[in-house]
């Protein structure tokens, strides 16, 4: 017969397993919708939330890892107990975490993850390098409702669409004087000193704290007086690790805090999840009902898959605009979950004409600019960066 310790250590390992299995929409937005089980990888800083599910959380500031690793290695899992544990027990798993098969990464580092079994569950997670786990979005292979083909775009390819998602503007000297990319923005409402010329900044209301809203007046105002055209409003609040706003909150906060600045700069919707119902496109449209009297000029979405689901990816950009009302569609995150550096390189070959051709889709950034991803050593442009500042 088990201990108690064993027997509880032993349930949260096979948790952690099955959530390691499931479907995630990337790495950093990883969900369980049928299951009452959440991880969330951390990036800043540990974070502990007791709830009754298991529940980690992110920093909501900006984002300091990659939604993927371009490798496809699947991470292994091995437990150890404690069996001095008296009233609860922990299980400890030891997640390798993946190398790139870029040149700039030379090692690899461990994640550990604690799952105590007690009256309130708690989940504890080192900071570290992010294991790949290869994993597919649970509505990624459902036909689209939409078809690319039913909205309207032109045959003739554009420039200019492209934008740098950042944390450090020092870092972006190598897209300098390059045609393609003339937008940037750091989920913030400063630019932090971004020079790139021919580069709008667009600042973003990430959420409705007062740690955001209190700066936003004289922020937003600023930088339209610097020659920013756009505005951006709450990032992911369709996502409990991010900005997480319902969406009645979210259009009153809109009106509150983007309507006074209609008519000088043009404001954007919301940037939701490719997450389904209630979130994603489904927040989307409550949203849109709900803030009838809001002024809003384009519509945000994020998307993060598999670098082979090209053909959802252009079937949920469509059902976008869609939802959207039609309104010009920008795509201020999207990325790839997993996929090989060859298939996430091709799937950006074969997506950034695409998106060019869309006389709908305005603007978008690939997730994001910095190492190991658009950049390889510092402002060295990766294989991946070039491609997108280049294609």
Known sequence: MRSFAATSALVASLLLQDVLAGPAHGLKHQHENKRNLIIETATDEVVETVWSTVYMTVAPSKHTKAHHTTS???????????ETASSSSVAVAELPAVSSSSS??????????????????????????????????????????????????????????????????????????????????????????????????????????????????????????????????????????????????????????????????????????????????????????????CTIDFVAIHWYDSATNIEYFKNYVAEAYTAGGNRPLWITEFGCSSGTDAEINTFLQTVLPWLDEQTYVARYAYFMASDGVLLSSGTTLSTLGETYATT
Request: net charge neutral; proline share 3%.
């Open 104 to 293: 700039s990464a030379s090692s690899s580092s461990v994640a550990a993850v604690s799952i105590e079994i007690s009256s309130s569950a708690a989940v504890v997670v080192a900071p570290t390098t992010a294991a790949a786990v290869q994993t597919t979005f649970a509505t990624s292979a459902k036909a689209s409702s939409t078809s690319s083909a039913a909205v309207a775009s032109s045959t003739s390819s554009s420039t200019g669409k492209r934008g740098l998602a950042y944390n450090s503007a020092d870092l972006l000297s190598g897209f300098s004087g390059m045609s393609q990319i003339s937008w940037a923005y750091n989920w913030g409402s400063s630019s932090s000193g971004l020079s790139l010329s021919n580069v709008e900044y667009v600042p973003l209301l990430w959420g409705l704290s007062s740690t955001f809203t209190s700066a936003w007046p004289a922020a937003a105002s600023s930088a339209i007086a610097s020659g920013s055209t756009h505005l951006m409003s709450f990032n992911e609040p369709d996502l409990a690790a991010q900005s997480n706003i319902g969406y009645a909150d979210a259009a009153a906060g809109f009106l509150t805090y983007m309507q006074p600045f209609a008519g000088k700069a043009k404001l954007g919707s919301p940037a939701v999840t490719n997450g389904g119902s209630p979130m994603g496109l489904t927040y989307l449209k409550n949203f849109i009902n709900a803030c009838s009297s």
């Open 72 to 82: 496809t290695t699947t991470a292994a899992i091995t437990t150890t107990v404690s």
